[in-house]
């Protein structure tokens, strides 16, 4: 998907796919000044979440 969206020919459907896999961002603000915290929903929300679970070993 990366090396899609870096290639002028491929970025708009790669762009396409991509917005296809989010439903929505949620930002709010986060423990201390100047973060924020970001959560991710619809189906890419759901592969990374999966993919950091099994990376931390509660997969």
Do not use: F, S
């Not at 930002?27 to 990374?48: F, H, Q, S």
Request: hydrophobic residues 40%; aromatic residues 2%.
């Amino acid at each position: 998907m990366t090396d899609a969206l870096n290639r002028l020919e491929e970025r708009l459907e790669a762009a396409e796919a991509l917005r296809a896999l989010i439903e929505k961002v949620v930002l709010t603000p986060g423990p201390n000044r100047g973060e924020i915290d970001a959560m991710l929903y619809g189906e890419l929300g759901t592969i990374l979440n999966r993919t950091e679970r099994q990376a931390i070993g509660n997969g």
